[in-house]
């Protein structure tokens, strides 16, 4: 154990998207920093297990995929017999190294001080740092060091929970930890749990070719999406080849001798399969930080309650990224971080915007921003919907994307742009034309006046506009086409 | 010859994308409308020779240099031997087919006659339409109607202009509107004129495995570019293969017996290749249309002068599209022919917004809206840049592209956005973000505080933005990543 502990204006636990970007915007004010992580790799879950990873093997997905459906005669494309899924992600393993350097380079030139290692409170400004060694260096250290930061950055993640009736460690179980470690594409796979990640998932290895059942208690897949845009992604998911078992919990969970594994459900039904991918939710990683030491309380399921400015009930002491929970995204982890460190430093800096786009690498893909049809009933605000389909865009008759549409929602007395839906190719890239105009309070006008490449996506946005104002029968429409 | 001409409230010369427009939106005003079209397939260029049948064939190349890019071990992906152009096409063909469907389906419940057939004017506000027969059609008859219109558009498009010294019938000759008859992928091919048109076919052919020489009288590759992704673009392009012959002329074309062909240049060097594709402008068609009997002049290459509502020396003429020359893109066509259409039926309407985005569909794709460094400097305007590459971005990692970059010009003293150029893949979808932000104008500040979703390229807009407020010392930039 170290004696005097090394001080710093920020301390940051956690090394992902939220802690990065805390590190670099607390050098723009040229404060002393520490990062603290418990892994010798730097990214988080965006990079080494989540986002990258997954986006990546989703890739070789698509291309197999995509190519069938855009019907590209004259070239002939198969998925080599018996290949691993690391074959597939040879590519990502130099991604991850890549962006694994320029974080770490990063980190260098804001003069932060990284320490690999496990933290955890001693006081409300101290943690105690039990030093990880370096697998790839034989001699580096394994002792402790203490930090004291005037401000502190909870920003260590989540990982996925591991519900006790699963037998991990036995036979073909994993989660989104470790479904990548797979060695073939199963030919069977059941997915415990229709949320995000379980979809995205599923989505993928029925691209590569697996028999996929996703398993859901509830009956709506993702019900935050706008209504028509989930029941179009579960068609398109079934027409993929994906069986949805709804309203149904998994009772027990067999390993066959062969490894494979039966699921037995409350329904009376079961379920043999070659791999199970358990999504049954994320846990904030907060256990290991002795937070009462600090006065720090957590909810359920080890979450941080913060307040708008993203303070814990210890004013010094903040938290961003999955560790608080919804909406956990890469994405607005970064923002909730950066808006942390600005208020700490006695800026002033405008909430975060309530715009906050979601996408779900699903295929096909998905992406909102704003309200649902839902949403906007509830509040009793009177709306209207504009909603075209890639099908009747000349880009998307390129593409061969016959599920997509853009549905757009404009409040009906001014015609501003509250509501923006996309599934379908590209849908997490054009969702940012929607947030642009939204951000900016503007009208249907600014699609109607606005002029488009063509071919492209991007113009869907002028003719679901046309359709909106044609479905309201005056004043008359300036009918467009893509 | 018929005797009494039919009357309308707008006579529409041309079926493609303006015309098309301009019907659909006469409709909306409930006014009579004829369209005269000299193919018995509407779209125009946009449809039928150009954008859709040129980006189809460049799907299949960037499915063939994409993958490869991309690394996706595990998936074997090869060029079917002797394959044909036509091969490449069949999917083409059928969305040419749906298109063709879908016009007329949308002409006739606009309630517009469609004529197919030459028109030529008669008077100001008469034109003869020699009917051509229908060729799927035996018994469709090939006599003459006379169609009188309250007003008139003139949207009839360009075709390739083919220079004397190219001998086009013999050998292998080609120009924008044939290059797609070609049997095979040429071993060798040269492009003479290095626009948009002949840049496109290059970079398509190339990833489709010709050896290509791009031959220019000029040393700048598209010189309205901005200089910099001008530059990125011959580096790109050279890197994939094609060789630019830059300040040289064809003095001479030379057809051998084997159909082969050596052209040679006024520099006194010679170059013999397998298929020539001769992209050196374009002329409108106005040749048949008889103007001068509307009073109506034209400019060189046929041009057609309007005002800015679209008139033409004659008040109640309006003319739209390639027609009128630059920069003859489908989208600006078709909002010239909408706002022609709502000012002669005697609306208000705001004049066409200089922030046309122009998208050039090379490989690598580039886009760009608003002024460059070098109009900017023309100008006096003082200003800064913002600039990333893909390859610091994960959804550009993921995607493997390496030239890529997002370029942005904010003016210095208040930070409005004022130009943006992107190099890359999607370059001509994301362009449209920057188009919102233009359209508003939106300052630095929407891009600091948007939250983009990650993994994507449309957050590249955050972190050049990051790199722009840095580039300035102070105030204190919110640096972020992506």
Not at 80 to 85: D, E, F, G, L, M
Not at 132 to 154: T, W
Not at 456 to 470: E, N, R
Request: aromatic letters at 6%; one cysteine or more; a negative charge.
């Amino acid at each position: 154990m170290a004696n005097e502990p090394k001080t710093y204006d920020l301390v940051i636990l956690g090394g992902g998207p939220a802690g990065l970007i805390a590190a670099a915007t607390a050098s723009v004010f040229h404060k002393s920093v520490a990062l603290v992580d418990a892994h010798h790799e730097l990214g988080g879950a965006g990079i080494n297990t989540g986002t990258v990873p997954s986006k990546t093997l989703r890739e070789t997905a698509l291309a197999l995929s995509g190519l069938k459906s855009r019907k590209l005669y004259g070239v002939d494309l198969s998925l080599r017999r018996a290949v691993t899924i690391s074959d597939f992600l040879g590519h990502e393993q130099n991604v991850r190294a890549i962006f694994n350097e320029t974080y770490l380079k990063r980190l260098e030139s804001s003069r932060a001080d990284v320490f690999f290692g496990i933290a955890s409170f001693v006081d409300p400004h101290t943690v105690s740092v039990q030093l990880i060694p370096d697998p790839k260096q034989k001699d580096s250290s394994s002792e402790s060091v203490l930090l004291r930061g005037e401000n502190i950055l909870i920003a260590t993640g989540s990982s996925p929970v591991r519900p006790d009736i699963f037998p991990f460690g036995k036979g073909e179980i994993y989660d989104s930890d470790t479904i990548l470690n797979l060695d073939r594409i199963p030919k069977t796979m059941a997915a415990v749990g229709a949320g995000v990640i379980g979809s995205e998932y599923a989505c993928t290895f029925a691209a590569l070719g697996a028999e996929v059942h996703l398993i859901d208690g509830r009956d709506t897949l993702l019900p935050f999406l706008d209504e028509e845009i989930s029941h179009a992604l579960v068609v398109a998911m079934e027409r993929g080849g994906i069986t949805f078992h709804w309203n149904e919990k998994v009772h027990e969970c067999e390993i066959l001798p062969s490894s494979r594994v039966t699921l037995k459900f409350a329904s009376g039904t079961s379920l043999t399969v070659d791999a199970v991918l358990v999504a049954a939710g994320r846990k904030s990683n907060t256990e290991r930080l002795n937070l009462q030491a600090a006065g720090i309380g957590t909810a359920e399921r080890g979450l941080i309650k913060v307040d708008e400015q993203y303070r814990t009930n210890i004013p010094h002491v903040y938290a961003a990224g999955d560790v608080i929970g919804f909406p956990a995204l890469a994405s607005t982890s970064m923002e909730q971080a950066r808006r942390a460190v600005v208020h700490a430093f006695g800026r002033k800096i405008s909430n975060l915007s309530p715009l906050l786009p979601n996408g779900i690498y699903t295929i096909p893909e998905v992406s909102m921003v704003g309200e649902t049809e839902e949403s906007l009933r509830k509040k009793g605000i009177d709306y209207i919907v504009g909603c075209t389909r890639y099908e009747n865009n000349a880009r998307g008759q390129i593409i061969g994307d016959k599920d997509g549409f853009l549905k757009l929602l404009f409040r009906r007395d001014d015609l501003t742009l509250v509501g923006v839906h996309v599934i379908g190719e590209l849908a997490t890239e054009i969702i940012h034309i929607g947030l642009m105009a939204m951000l900016t309070k503007s009208t249907a006008d600014i699609f109607v006046e606005a002029c488009f490449n063509v071919p492209t996506l991007s113009v869907l946005y002028k003719t679901a506009t046309m359709a909106a104002l044609q479905s309201m029968g005056e004043p008359p429409p300036m009918a467009a086409s893509s």
